[in-house]
């Protein structure tokens, strides 16, 4: 029998505002235990929580990034449970009325483009963290983390492989980091992903058994838990088995997922509404305002480039990685009005030496203006393109402008004609066996003699005019 | 003349005049409560020390010209009111060694308005209680009669004010919690809109019940502390972004052409004779000063105890989950691992009525209840609310008993939970419906216990209700006895 | 009865309590007590209305996105019942 698998995700995001949901504490990361902390998040008898704007702005952002529909009205519930990193024995979430629902993002895999439902997003406060000792009976608790904001965004199960669901958790990271409201680091907890996966017979409409995995920390480990879980459920339905329904950790060491330790208790969170937060109104002007704040999101962005660019979709959505890279290249593409030359400077020599630097674009050498004139000199024949390259380099590790490059080293082009010929007649008189085997057929050698005439100018000779007059003077004798 | 037996605004005449100091008045306060703090215990910490600080920063203000109407003042707090450094113990086992790292905002107001502190205040554990039995510092007895309860759960702060053993005093009002015990006392106490003044520093018994309110020895002092306290704080998303007005100038306008509606449903069977005595009496006052006596229904009545015992249980059992021995207060040493740390710390750390009302609210809110308990009582409560919006339709104000009886015995009531509950049935649907409501006294029974009459106006109609409880206080011309202790 | 001994154990477990045997039947008769009493809410006809929440109605109550200065760890950490390196210390989680 042939198996579907049925997969939902849920991924939790950590928006990047200054402070944290429901007090005034920095949400830095990585600073010393509970020292952001103050009365409100570390859940001290007497404190409120007043809810910070911002992060009701951002995941409105998020919502109409994701075609959602945002609720005019949302509220606050308590999710009840103990835990010692959950200061006030309670989680405050959005349950009955979340802020956005029913949305969707595009995925493409393999060139087909699959449509995959958001449920809902909404808000909720992130908790502390637990440090268990290994050698003692004890656990350690830093609350910095609790009450930083995050957005739980919920799909719908319509994810059938694994290929799927890390296309789709790269388009929503892609989007959040887009917009600005999340670093995606996943390393550090800002973008983390659980998974609900079944498996059911081939065109039967009903769900089977799930189970939900966690404690996956990279695309990579996505892939991995759920390629692993489909084959671990098939297994056990085509040898005649029950899958449990069950919370599995992925271990990425051994590549398998394992069950969570011990007996899982029946949650009952009691969510009732939070009597101390009142509910937001959002306006339709005030949705509409926040629209119109709206980047130009990436997969648009990526079909208007190889409409407007004339660029292949590869090289798109290597340009549209991200916002800032985006925007680099636009600009070139624009000021220098040679979006494909622009395209090649920036896929090759820029993300090169990024890469190799190990450094964003933002913190490039070689700002867009600077590419921008040097594309103009190339152009104009000021340099030839190899000259350009010994340029790059120059502007890349000094950060001067091409132009003061090109007169401090002398690296004007030789468009003068006759200097040119100078240079071939001396090469041709000095080779007169290359001569000779190329009139009589070898045309291989052609380059050879450019070759010459180009080390004889320093490469400085216009490459065009190189060929012409080679050519004119090979075929004369 | 004692100076711990005067008003606040008395006091402040002579403070104003160079009469008295500060120092002076505290002095009295302390030697009172020394005289009968051991027989009444309306205190559960008392902070000397910073009260004669206060006292003399307070002199040295009034001196430069730099005094309010609170200046020098001692005001007791409601051991429910966070003090930054001096413990806070909400009457529990469980906060006993709790010193608050902050101010709440109503503490913070006082301070800036130079006000002294002589003490937090005795009351029910975490404000769940009629009598201030339930507190585990130990009980407080009725300045009137020793052999009874104060009324609860802001017994303490009440008695505290009848004793003369501060000026005036704040306390909280989730059911009752101010006006009742106001009664049992004999003094005023005014439970103001919810929203009008800051919750934060509050601990939460029942978050969408839960005001702050104050005691004083007459209507005029009630105006005074609730000028210092209301007021919207953007900290407590649930206080009101509006102006407040000087509510003194209610006090002498009068209620000539007003009506006064008087619910039918509160007349009921069990109220005691004495009391419907002088409820009527006061009925005829309000009357006789101009107004127009009608009779209102408020229809959903009769249910209000059922929806308040499920909606501030289920509020609570929430609010108290915090206390879980992590971060602060009482934490068991026995537990071996986290499930038992938190079982034993919690068992011993709660009193039984605190406990049955966490159980009572788990099982409000829990999967298969919810509907039936906790949603049931969010509409009947929305009826309840409607009843009374129908009411001041018709009317400017409502009179209505405080309490079905006076102070009853001590111990009385402490095994029937249910009968203490419905202690609170003339009080409970004010918080229900988030209106004010102010407690005033109006007589005394045969044997010597004050008895309150209590006024309810629509929402944020603070200065009209002012204005009626201040306008019977003037016709009235109750004698003004003090307790022998 | 609305409650057995068994849902109050429960009900206990889920609020973190624990009793004593003869606190357990003290609470299941008082509790039971109370929850007839609440019986007389299905009187009401409730149907169609609106659950009230809180008791004024209020909405959009914001903070700007401004970093307060923390109150400092000491001040978080002095009613720890136990601590250690800055960090509240519990007895681990046995599973």
């Known amino acids: 029998m042939e198996f579907e698998p049925v997969i939902g995700l849920e991924v939790h995001a950590q928006l990047l505002t200054n402070t944290k949901i429901f007090c005034g504490c920095s949400t830095r990361f990585g600073e010393a235990p509970n020292s952001n902390t103050c009365p409100i998040c570390s859940g001290m008898p007497g404190v409120l929580p007043v809810l910070n704007k911002k992060v009701v702005e951002y995941t409105i952002k998020m919502g109409l990034a994701t075609s959602c529909h945002i609720n005019n009205i949302n509220t606050w519930a308590r999710k009840n449970y103990f835990y010692p990193d959950l200061p006030k024995g309670y989680q405050i979430t959005q349950f009955a009325e979340p802020i956005a629902e029913h949305g969707y993002v595009d995925v493409e895999i393999n060139g087909n483009k699959k449509r995959i439902g958001i449920t809902r997003i909404h808000i909720e406060e992130d908790a502390g963290k637990s440090i268990h000792d290994e050698n003692q009976p004890a656990s350690y608790i830093d609350l910095n983390r609790a009450g930083v904001p995050l957005i739980e965004i919920v799909s719908e199960p319509d994810i059938r492989s694994a290929e799927e669901g890390v296309g789709y958790l790269r388009r929503l990271h892609e989007i959040l980091v887009y917009l600005g409201i999340c670093d995606g680091n996943m390393e550090e907890g800002s973008f983390r992903c659980d998974a609900n996966i079944s498996l059911r017979p081939k065109g039967q409409e009903k769900f089977g058994i799930r189970a939900e995995l966690k404690n996956m920390n990279s695309f990579r480990h996505v892939h991995r838990a759920l390629e692993y879980e489909i084959k671990r459920q098939q297994y056990i339905l085509e040898s005649g088995g029950h899958v449990v329904q069950e919370t599995r950790l992925w271990d990425e060491a051994q590549g398998v997922t394992h069950p969570m330790r011990g007996k899982e208790e029946a949650h009952d969170y009691r969510y009732f509404p939070d009597p101390d937060l009142v509910a937001v109104h959002l306006s339709d002007e005030w949705i509409e305002e926040i629209r119109k704040t709206l980047p130009e999101l990436p997969l648009a962005k990526r079909e208007r480039f190889v409409a407007e660019f004339d660029i292949p979709l590869y090289d798109a959505q290597v340009l549209t990685a991200s916002r800032a890279l985006a925007d680099y290249y636009e600009e070139i593409a624009r000021k220098s009005g040679k979006p494909k030359i622009a395209s090649n400077w920036v896929m090759g020599d820029v993300l090169g030496h990024l890469k190799e630097d190990r450094l964003e674009i933002d913190e490039s050498p070689v700002s867009a203006h600077s590419l921008v004139s040097m594309i103009g000199l190339i152009e104009d024949g000021t340099i030839s393109g190899k000259i350009a390259k010994e340029v790059f380099e120059e502007m890349w590790n000094t950060g001067k402008e091409p132009g003061t490059i090109v007169e401090e080293k002398g690296l004007v082009q030789i468009t003068d004609t006759s200097a040119i010929e100078q240079a071939v007649d001396d090469v041709l008189a000095t080779n007169p066996t290359q001569v000779n085997e190329y009139r009589q057929g070898k045309e291989k050698l052609f380059g050879f003699f450019v070759g010459q005439v180009m080390k004889v100018t320093k490469g400085k000779a216009n490459p065009k005019l190189v060929n012409d007059l080679l050519k004119k003077k090979l075929s004369e004798g | ?485 | ?95």
């Open chain 2, 1 to 485: 003349m004692e100076l711990s037996t005067l008003t606040i605004h008395e006091l402040q005449r002579m403070l104003r005049e160079g009469e008295t100091t500060s120092v002076a008045i505290t002095e009295s306060v302390f030697k009172r409560i020394e005289a009968v703090e051991d027989k009444v215990h309306s205190y559960i910490t008392l902070t000397e020390d910073l009260a004669f600080q206060q006292a003399e920063q307070a002199d040295r203000n009034m001196q430069s010209g730099r005094g309010g109407p609170l200046t020098g003042i001692p005001i007791a707090l409601k051991d429910i009111v966070c003090t930054e450094g001096t413990r806070t113990t909400c009457g529990s086992h469980i906060l006993e060694n709790f010193i608050p790292p902050y101010d709440s905002t109503v503490v913070r107001k006082f301070r800036e308005a130079g006000a002294v502190f002589p003490g937090k205040t005795n009351m029910d554990e975490f404000a769940m209680g009629s009598s201030t039995e339930t507190s585990y510092f130990g009980i407080t007895r009725n300045p009137w009669d020793l052999s009874k309860i104060p009324g609860g759960s802001s017994g303490g702060s009440a008695s505290a004010v009848a004793a003369d053993e501060c000026i005036a005093a704040i306390g909280s009002d989730t059911g009752g919690s101010i006006r009742q015990p106001a009664a049992l006392c004999g003094v005023v106490g005014m439970k103001p809109t919810y929203g009008r003044v800051s919750r934060y520093g509050l601990i939460a018994f029942a978050s969408s019940l839960d005001q702050i309110g104050p005691f004083s020895k007459d209507v005029e002092d009630c105006a005074i502390m609730m000028n210092a306290i209301a007021g919207y704080d953007p900290k407590d998303s649930t206080s009101v972004p509006a102006e407040v007005p000087d509510y003194t100038r209610f006090l002498s306008k009068g209620i000539e052409d007003w009506t006064v509606g008087v619910p039918k449903e509160y007349f009921i069977e069990g109220i005691d004779p004495e009391v419907l005595d002088a409820v009527k009496r006061a009925m005829q006052v309000v009357e006789d000063a101009g107004a127009k006596i009608i009779e209102i229904s408020l229809p959903h009545s009769e249910y209000c105890v059922a929806v308040y015992y499920v909606i501030a249980p289920s509020e609570a059992s929430s609010n108290l989950a915090r206390y879980d021995g992590v971060r602060y207060g009482f934490r068991s040493r026995e537990g071996r691992d986290l499930m038992e740390m938190y079982k034993m710390s919690r068992s011993a750390g709660f009193g039984d009525e605190v406990k049955r009302r966490i159980m009572i609210g788990t099982h409000s809110l829990s999967s298969g209840y919810y509907d039936a308990y906790y949603k049931k009582a969010s509409q009947v409560r929305a009826l309840l609310r409607r009843d009374f919006d129908e009411a001041f339709r018709q009317c400017d104000a409502i009179i209505a008993p405080v309490t079905p009886t006076p102070a009853f015995g001590i111990g009385e009531k402490m095994d029937d939970p249910l009968q203490m509950y419905l202690c609170d049935i003339f009080t409970i649907s004010c918080n229900l419906a988030g209106i004010p409501g102010i407690s005033v006294p109006c007589g005394y029974t045969k044997s010597g216990l004050p008895v309150g009459v209590q006024f309810l106006t629509g929402h944020f109609e603070e200065g009209k209700l002012l204005q009626i409880a201040a306008a019977y206080e003037r016709h009235a011309e109750i004698e003004r006895r003090r307790p022998e202790i």
């Open chain 3, 1 to 95: 009865m609305k409650l057995s001994r068994e849902d109050v154990e429960h009900v206990a477990h889920l609020a973190r309590l624990n009793f004593r045997e003869e606190e357990k039947e003290k609470f299941t008769l008082q509790l039971n007590d109370i929850l007839v009493y609440m019986d007389i809410l299905n009187k009401v006809d409730t149907a169609g209305v609106e659950p009230m929440t809180h008791a004024i109605t209020l909405n959009n109550a914001f903070r700007d996105d401004e970093v307060l200065n923390s109150v400092g760890v000491e001040k978080i950490l002095t009613n720890a019942p136990d601590r250690m390196g800055g960090c509240f210390r519990v007895p681990k989680v046995i599973e």
